[in-house]
C-alpha cells in the first residue's frame, strides 16, 4: 500500500514537471515588435479597461517579462478568473475569463440585524449586486456576520453561504442563517475580596444574571466591552474608598457545550486600605497658591479617594485654562507608607505654555444649523484659551435643548506650539414632538389634548407650536412662535396667537362657556449668561356666553361689566436658569418670574407669578428634584379681579391625584370649579434610575409629593386648606417629547374633591 501511494505521488510530479516545461517552453519566445493586440473572452468588462492595465503598446517589444507583467497586472484588477496570452507571429492575443458577477444578494432566517446595516457592511467588504464575485471575499463576510453574531452574545449562530449560478455569467448568493438563541450569563463570581461581600461588588457591574428587565437591557448578555467596563467600576468602586493597591488578578469566561450559558470569574486582590495622611503643592502655580488650595477636595484623614484626586487635579487644570494655560499637567504623585497605611500626596502643577484658539469645529448637527450652535459660544476663535468661557459655551448648547450629548475636545495644531483647535460634537435629538394628555373622569370619561410642537423649526434655533384640545368642555387653539437670536445681540421676540373656550360646568354641553382670544408680542432681553429680563404687551378678549349654570359671581360680572371684557395687559418678566441641562437637569437651579399689569380696558388688575426650581444631586443615581409655584392677582381701579384670569390647580403639573383645576374655590353647588386669584403649589420628586436600565437618565422612577391649592381674591390663604398627595411615577424622554405616568394618592382631602389616581402627559414636568 506505501509502495503504490510513492509510485502515485511520484506520477504526479513527474506530470507536474512535464508541465511546467510546456509552459517555459511556450513563453520563452524570442522578443517581437507587437503589430497588434487582440482580446478575446469580454462581457461586460470595457476593453478600454485590459488596454489600460497592459504594460505595452502596438509597436512595442515584447517579451517574457513584459508578458508576465500583463498577466500579474490583470489579474490585480479582481475581474478575471484566467488569464492568458498567445502569440499569433507578431500579433498578441489576450485570452480573459471574466468572474461571474453577483446578481442578488438573499437574507434567510435574519432577524436580529436591519437588513440594511449588513447590506452596507458587505459592500465596504467588497460584495454587492453588479461586483465581480470572488470566493475569498464570500468566506470572508462569512466570517465577519458570525462576528457580529457573537457581539450579540448569539455564539452558537450558524451562516451557510450558497453561490447559485444563473444566466449570463452570474451568480446568486444567499446567507442563510440560523441565529438560535443569545446566549446568557448564568454565573457571575468575584473571588479574592474580603470588605465587601459578593452581592455589593455585583452591585456595581452593568452584566448581570439576567432580571424582569432584561429583555430592554440586556443586561445578561455577555460583551467584551461591557466586562471592561465592569472592571473599571469594581477598581473605581475600591479606590474610592482607600484600596489604593486594588487590582484585577484575572478574568475567566467559560461557554457551555451547547453555546447557551455563559460563566464569568473574576479574580481581584483588594491590598490595604490607606489614610490620606497630607497634601502639598509643588511647581509652578502662577503665584496663586492660595487659590488653587481652595480647590483641593482631598479630605485629610480620611481613606483614599481616587474620585476627590481626579476631581482636585481636573479643578487646577481648568483653572490653569482660565488664564489661558491649554497645556498644563498636574501629577498627583502618592508618597506611600505602607507600615502605617498612610499616604501623602504632592500635587505637581506646570502650566506649560499659554495658548489661544484657531479654529472651532461643529460636528454631529445634520440638522441644526451651525449659526445656532455657535451663537451660544463665549470663546473665540483667534482669543486667549478660557477654560471657564468653553464650559459656559457647552452649557449653553446643552440648555438649548436640541441634542441628547454635547461634548467639547481640545486638539493641538501640529507644528505650532501655541495653537489649539475645538471642536464641539453633538448628538442631535428629535426636536418635533406631539403633546398628548389624556385623563378619566365620571363626565367625559376620557378626555384628550394635543399639541404640535418644533423647538427647532427647519434647523434654525425657531420655537413653533400649535396646541390643539379637543375636549367637550375646553377647547383650545394656541399658536406660537419664538425667535430667540431676533436680533444679533440675543434679544428673543415670541409672538402668541391664541383662542380658547371653556366650558367649566363638567356635565353639562349646554352649559355656560368661556371664550379667551387674542394675540401678544413679547421680547428677552439678556441681562447675563443666566439672566433674561422680558417685556411685552398682549391684546385679549374675553366673551362670557351664557349658559346652564352660570354662576352668580359671573352674573354679578356681567351686569357690571358686560359679556364682553377687553384688555392690554403689559407683562415684564424675569428668568435665571442655572441647570446643567434643560431636558434632563441633574443639578442646578431655574427661577421665573412673570407680572402682566393691565390698567386700561373693561378688565384692569394685576398678576403676579414666582416658580423656582432646584435639582440636587444626592448620588450618582439619585436627584432630588423641588419645585414651588405661587400665585398672585388683584383688581386694579376698584374693579374686582376678573374671574376669568383665575389661577387653577390639580392635576398634572400641580397636584397630582385630583383631578386637573378642581382645587379651589367653587360655586355654591359644590360642582364647578371657579379657580382662584391665588395659588400655592409645591411639589418634591427622587429620581432614580429605572431598574435594570443602568444610568439611563432619559427613563426614570420617582417618588413625588404634591401640596397646594388655589384661593379667592377675598379669601384668606390659610395652609391647612391645602390638599396634599403622595405616589410614584415614570418618566421618559420618549421621541416624541418628555412622557410622565404618575400614580397618586391624595393624603389630604375633603369629600367634595374630584379624585384621578392614574395620569400621564407627554411635554410637561413636575
Keep these: 500500500m506505501n509502495f503504490l501511494s510513492h509510485r502515485f505521488r ?63 497586472a490583470l489579474f490585480a484588477l479582481g475581474l478575471f478568473k484566467d488569464v492568458r496570452l498567445d502569440a499569433q507571429g507578431d500579433v498578441l492575443v489576450v485570452i480573459v475569463e471574466e468572474r461571474p458577477s453577483v446578481s442578488e444578494v438573499e437574507w434567510v432566517g435574519l432577524k436580529e440585524f436591519d437588513k440594511e446595516v449588513l447590506v452596507k457592511a458587505l459592500k465596504e467588504i467588497g460584495i454587492s449586486e453588479g461586483r465581480p464575485f470572488d470566493k475569498a471575499l464570500a468566506d470572508k463576510a462569512e466570517q465577519e456576520l458570525k462576528r457580529q453574531y457573537i457581539t450579540r452574545s448569539l455564539y452558537g449562530a450558524e451562516v451557510l453561504t450558497t453561490v447559485t449560478p444563473v444566466d449570463r455569467n452570474r451568480v446568486k448568493l444567499t446567507f442563510t442563517i440560523t441565529e438560535g438563541g443569545p446566549s446568557k450569563i448564568k454565573e457571575i463570581r468575584i473571588t479574592g475580596n474580603q470588605s465587601f461581600s459578593e452581592g455589593t461588588l455585583k452591585d456595581q457591574l452593568i452584566l448581570d444574571v439576567g432580571g424582569w428587565m432584561s429583555w430592554f437591557t440586556k443586561s445578561d448578555r455577555y460583551s467584551r466591552t461591557k466586562l471592561n467596563a465592569d472592571l473599571e467600576s469594581l477598581r473605581s468602586y475600591y479606590l474610592a474608598r482607600g484600596f489604593l493597591e486594588f487590582r484585577v488578578d484575572s478574568t475567566q469566561v467559560a461557554i457551555s457545550a451547547d453555546k447557551q450559558d455563559i460563566s464569568i470569574a473574576i479574580n481581584v486582590t483588594e491590598g490595604e486600605r490607606f489614610v490620606v495622611s497630607g497634601v502639598k503643592l509643588e511647581g509652578n502655580y502662577l503665584g496663586k497658591d492660595d487659590e488653587f488650595k481652595a480647590l483641593v477636595k482631598i479630605g485629610l484623614g480620611q481613606p483614599y479617594n481616587a474620585e476627590t484626586i481626579a476631581i482636585t487635579t481636573k479643578a487646577f487644570t481648568d483653572y490653569f485654562g482660565k488664564f489661558g494655560f491649554a497645556f498644563a499637567r498636574v501629577d498627583a504623585r502618592p508618597e506611600i507608607d505602607r507600615v502605617n497605611n498612610r499616604v501623602n500626596f504632592v500635587l505637581q502643577g506646570d502650566p506649560a505654555r499659554r495658548a489661544y484658539v484657531r479654529r472651532i469645529n461643529v460636528a454631529g448637527n445634520n440638522r441644526t444649523r451651525d449659526e445656532v450652535i455657535r451663537r451660544e459660544f ?109 436680533t444679533p445681540d440675543g434679544i428673543s421676540r415670541t409672538i402668541d396667537v391664541f383662542q380658547r373656550t371653556s366650558r367649566p360646568y363638567l356635565g353639562d354641553i349646554n352649559a355656560y362657556s368661556l371664550v379667551n382670544s387674542g394675540a401678544g408680542l413679547r421680547f428677552g432681553v ?229 379624585i384621578q389616581k392614574l395620569q400621564f402627559q407627554i411635554g410637561t414636568s413636575f
Aim: proline share 5%; with cysteine; hydrophobic share 35%.
Design 378 to 486: 463665549r470663546q473665540f476663535e483667534s482669543a486667549w484659551y478660557d477654560s471657564e468661557k468653553i464650559k459656559l459655551s457647552r452649557d449653553r448648547v446643552d440648555r438649548l435643548g436640541f441634542f441628547t450629548e454635547v461634548n467639547i475636545e481640545t486638539q493641538e495644531v501640529p507644528a505650532t506650539n501655541d495653537q489649539v483647535d475645538l471642536t464641539m460634537t453633538v448628538v442631535e435629538k428629535p426636536t418635533g414632538s406631539i403633546s398628548l394628555g389624556a385623563g378619566f373622569s365620571s363626565a367625559e370619561n376620557v378626555t384628550l389634548s394635543f399639541g404640535v410642537r418644533q423647538e427647532n423649526a427647519f434647523g434654525s434655533g425657531n420655537y413653533l407650536a400649535t396646541e390643539i384640545n379637543t375636549s367637550r368642555y375646553n377647547r383650545a387653539f394656541v399658536v406660537s412662535t419664538t425667535d430667540p437670536y431676533f
Design 526 to 754: 439678556p441681562f447675563s449668561e443666566i439672566d433674561t429680563v422680558y417685556f411685552g404687551i398682549n391684546f385679549e378678549q374675553t366673551t362670557i356666553n351664557p349658559g346652564n349654570n352660570l354662576p352668580n359671581a359671573y352674573v354679578q360680572y356681567v351686569q357690571q361689566f358686560g359679556y364682553t371684557s377687553t384688555a392690554l395687559p403689559l407683562t415684564v418678566g424675569w428668568s435665571r436658569d442655572g441647570r446643567d441641562s434643560a431636558l434632563v437637569p441633574n443639578r442646578g437651579m431655574l427661577q421665573r418670574f412673570n407680572s402682566d399689569l393691565s390698567a386700561t380696558g373693561d378688565a384692569r388688575y394685576i398678576r403676579t407669578n414666582y416658580q423656582v426650581q432646584q435639582y440636587t444631586p444626592l448620588s450618582k443615581k439619585f436627584t432630588l428634584a423641588l419645585n414651588a409655584d405661587l400665585g398672585w392677582g388683584q383688581g386694579l381701579s376698584n374693579r374686582p379681579y376678573p374671574l376669568f384670569k383665575n389661577y387653577f390647580v390639580g392635576g398634572l403639573g400641580s397636584v397630582r391625584g385630583f383631578q386637573q383645576s378642581t382645587l379651589g374655590p367653587t360655586d355654591s353647588t359644590n360642582t364647578l370649579f371657579l379657580g382662584g386669584a391665588k395659588k400655592i403649589v409645591m411639589n418634591a420628586e427622587v429620581l432614580a434610575p429605572f431598574p435594570g436600565a443602568g444610568n439611563d437618565r432619559t427613563l426614570r422612577l420617582f417618588g413625588f409629593t404634591d401640596v397646594g391649592r388655589a384661593f379667592g381674591e377675598n379669601e384668606k390663604v390659610s395652609l391647612k386648606e391645602l390638599r396634599s398627595s403622595i405616589g410614584i411615577g415614570l418618566s421618559w424622554i420618549s421621541p416624541m417629547g418628555p412622557l410622565r405616568f404618575s400614580y397618586a394618592l391624595p393624603m389630604k382631602r375633603t369629600d367634595t374633591d374630584k
Design 10 to 72: 511520484l506520477h504526479q510530479v513527474c506530470v507536474m514537471a512535464a508541465a511546467a516545461l510546456a509552459s517555459m517552453t511556450a513563453l520563452a519566445l524570442e522578443p517581437f515588435k507587437l503589430k497588434d493586440i487582440r482580446i478575446e473572452g469580454l462581457q461586460r468588462v470595457e476593453s478600454g479597461t485590459v488596454f489600460a492595465s497592459l504594460p505595452f503598446r502596438i509597436g512595442d517589444l515584447y517579451n517574457d517579462d513584459s508578458g508576465a507583467a500583463a498577466i500579474r
